[in-house]
């Protein structure tokens, strides 16, 4: 792999614009190398084609001996000596940044402007990457300085609850009022004096309350939002659980920040030897003593720190175990599983072969033409449709995490996915096709049209499959047991929890997510309510039921479609009042505008009338136009008028700027598919009700797949523009005065 596509493939995504711009300096090489050879060839046509022959050899001699006799590839000029060409001064040192500048150390041949301008975007970037590097061991120095006040007041409240013994190595700082030192102090504390141990870092400490339960949310508007420790082992288990949180998290950005030093220090030394190839100048040695010498070459604090952090985390969250210890700062990355692959195309091979045993079996038997055609399409296919829903939803939810990391969107972040345990593209087309092979194989055991005439009904048997398809996803989804990706599974109840109880619950990136999607699947939930309906009052033996005609049913049609939006209104007025974004009134605005429709054009569905025709379509009108600009405006953030892109944003992820818009366009088309409802396609004589029904979801389905994609870019450019790359750990303590930090 060339070095370019493996520093590509090693950055932070969230910090892409601080690294060299290593591709565009490459290309600047190569329009210094032309302008070279073009040059060269008009001074001597003859003879270009032979110095050709000879540099190429000079070259590949000189990369095969590259790094082996010379450690910083110095080329010697026709005497046999070094010559300094350029030198590297600071022109700029101040607490917050340092600049440096190249100069020639004589003038430059006519027509080398091109190398002045390399070495001027060299200067700029290096500059760039080195104060973007102190900033960073700056705000990790803060940090851990942080950690280090939470850590006193958690080993003090460690030796208040559990005793002396369980603590051996307290003793008072230099001060005299805090037990504990430094955290580089913490591995040369002496064994056991505990009389010198004193406990009064715990005076005026409280533990921070989050919010984690509908029940503490209510606790903590009757409360206040911080609590007085009350020395149980409970909560000193509770801040142990969050301040190893924070060290793993922390460890990690260290890590990072480790990394982004090496791969642009070497991206430096890449980019300079490349200029010296071409230009046949000396110029590595010097810059290459700049960067040395230069903060982003010697600081080390990151590396101390981070045995700091490494020597603390085993003593005091791994038991003195450093192979534990260094398992949880540095888990490992989750390796893709040949068998998913082979799984994958089998399950897929076998849904392909049952959609043509499905098509040929109601061919031959010309079920289209049965006399139970009708009783089918309306009692069961509604029943099948449900789990066609989950399996389109997944699928698209696969290919959007195809994309998402093809082109680098950190969703892993943006989600606050575990990376040992999140589920990948191939683990999500497993499970869609896996239910659709199951859900596949049941349509084919219950393709029946005709009633048995001696008992005027149908198996019972059969006409209990999609029941027990329904009870057995279900089952798997709130199964217990580590099995079938359990923590995947509790990590979508856990949200799906959230948003049931909004706004009870801190609304973060996957609750409002989440909220959204189920917002896509209005059917699926009044496909449930049918599934109560027809198994629990209608007969199910005969494939008749009597649910639309009863008024409880209907208004339970109208009550479960408004819920999903009904979640995401409360979700939008808990930030209002916890964040103060009162952008997200409007947005709140726009899910009630949703709900309006949606009741006036099921009541319409319901009622019919001409009046009520006129007030669905106008409700309808409006909320299409509102959600529209919102999608595209707001959670897209493109119709930028004065973007770089016309009509865009600034910042793009995918190279071709038509998709954009005809994503655009497509958001505006799928989502007047509910124009069916008030023009009365679906009594269309060619195309039965329940099927209309059922296109028209999985294209709400699909358009909510769409929106996936470009939501999620939209949210990991605004990370990028603001660096965000780690996740924020809220930390256990604070002191009794809110506005005073530990």
């Known amino acids: 792999m060339k070095f370019g596509k493996e520093l590509t493939s090693q950055m932070v995504p969230e910090w892409e614009e601080a690294y060299i711009n290593y591709n565009y300096l490459k290309k600047i090489l190569k329009e210094i190398s032309s302008s070279q050879k073009l040059k060269q ?46 030198s590297v001064s600071e022109i700029q040192h101040d607490h917050e940044c340092e600049n440096y500048q190249t100069t020639f150390l004589w003038s430059l041949e006519e027509g080398a402007e091109n190398e002045l301008v390399f070495v001027k ?28 006040k939470q850590m006193d007041v958690f080993i003090a409240l460690r030796l208040k609850i559990n005793g002396p013994r369980s603590q051996s190595s307290v003793v008072p700082s230099s001060s005299g009022t805090s037990p504990i030192p430094e955290i580089q102090e913490l591995e040369e504390l002496p064994e056991g004096d505990q009389s010198m141990v004193s406990l009064d870092v715990l005076n005026n400490v409280k533990i921070n309350v989050i919010p984690e339960s509908a029940t503490s949310t209510l606790r903590t508007l009757l409360d206040g939002t911080k609590s007085k420790l009350s020395f149980s082992k409970e909560e000193l288990r509770n801040t142990q659980i969050k301040l190893k949180q924070a060290f793993v998290e922390f460890h990690r ?17 890449k980019i300079m030897k490349k200029y010296d190839k071409i230009t046949s100048r000396n110029t590595l040695k010097a810059y290459q003593e700049m960067v040395e010498n230069s903060y982003l070459g010697q600081s080390d604090e990151v590396i101390k720190l981070m045995e700091r952090i490494e020597a603390v985390f085993i003593k005091h969250f791994a038991n003195g175990n450093r192979r534990q210890g260094m398992r949880d700062l540095r888990p490992r990355g989750k390796r893709d599983k040949h068998r998913v692959t082979f799984f994958v195309g089998c399950f897929f091979g076998c849904s392909i072969a049952l959609v043509v045993a499905v098509i040929l079996t109601v061919h031959a038997r010309e079920l289209l033409q049965s006399e139970g055609r009708d009783q089918y399409m309306t009692n069961i296919f509604p029943l099948y449709s449900l789990f066609a829903y989950v399996v389109l939803h997944m699928l698209m939810y696969a290919g959007n995490i195809y994309y998402w990391k093809r082109y680098r969107v950190n969703y892993s972040f943006i989600f606050g996915f575990n990376r040992n345990t999140e589920l990948g593209y191939r683990e999500i087309l497993l499970l869609s096709s896996a239910l659709s092979v199951l859900t596949l194989a049941a349509v084919l055991s219950n393709l029946e049209m ?39 599974r509790f990590f979508l109840i856990v949200y799906l929890w959230h948003c049931i109880c909004a706004p009870l619950y801190k609304v973060t990136f996957p609750d409002f997510f989440l909220g959204d999607q189920l917002t896509s699947q209005v059917q699926l939930f009044r496909t449930l309510e049918f599934y109560v309906c027809y198994y629990g009052w209608g007969d199910f033996k005969r494939r008749t039921n009597t649910c639309e005609q009863s008024d409880v049913y209907q208004t339970l049609f109208i009550f479960v479609a408004v819920i999903p939006y009904w979640f995401r209104f409360l979700q939008c007025l808990r930030q209002v009042c916890e964040l103060k974004d009162y952008g997200q009134v409007l947005n709140g605005l726009k899910y009630l505008s949703a709900i309006v429709a949606v009741i006036t054009r099921t009541i319409y569905v319901q009622k019919r009338g001409t009046t009520m025709r006129i007030i669905a379509a106008s409700s309808s009108g409006v909320a299409t136009l509102y959600n529209t600009y919102w999608d595209v405006v707001k959670d897209w953030g493109l119709l930028c008028k004065d973007s770089r892109n016309p009509w865009l944003r600034d910042r793009l992820i995918l190279p071709n700027k038509s998709v954009y818009f005809v994503a655009m366009v497509l958001n505006v088309i799928l989502r007047l598919a509910w124009m069916q409802t008030v023009l009365d396609f679906h009594e269309a004589p060619w195309l039965h009700r329940s099927m209309v029904i059922f296109v028209v979801a999985c294209l709400e389905i699909i358009r909510r797949g769409i929106w996936n994609f470009f939501r999620l870019e939209n949210e990991h450019l605004n990370n990028v523009g603001k660096f965000r790359a780690f996740k924020s750990v809220p930390l256990p303590f604070s002191y009794e005065d809110g506005d005073k930090e530990l």
Do not use: W
């Open 253 to 269: 950005k260290l890590r990072v920040l480790k990394s982004y030093s090496f791969l642009n220090q070497l991206a430096f030394s």
């Open 121 to 148: 975007i060299l200067d700029d970037e290096f500059n760039k990457v080195n104060n973007f590097f102190k900033a960073k061991v700056e705000e990790v120095a803060l940090e851990a300085k942080e950690l280090n």
């Open 450 to 488: 005709e009633m048995d005439e001696r008992t005027e009904s149908f198996q019972a048997l059969t006409e209990l499959v999609p029941l027990g398809l329904v009870t057995a996803l279900v089952l798997i989804i709130f199964c217990p047991f580590n099995i079938i990706y359990r923590s995947s």
């Open 41 to 86: 060839k008009h001074l001597n046509p003859l003879c270009f084609s032979s110095q050709k022959e000879k540099s190429s050899k000079k070259m590949s001699l000189n990369r095969a001996f590259s790094g082996l006799t010379n450690r910083h590839g110095n080329y010697n000029n026709d005497k046999g000596k070094d010559i300094e060409v350029i």
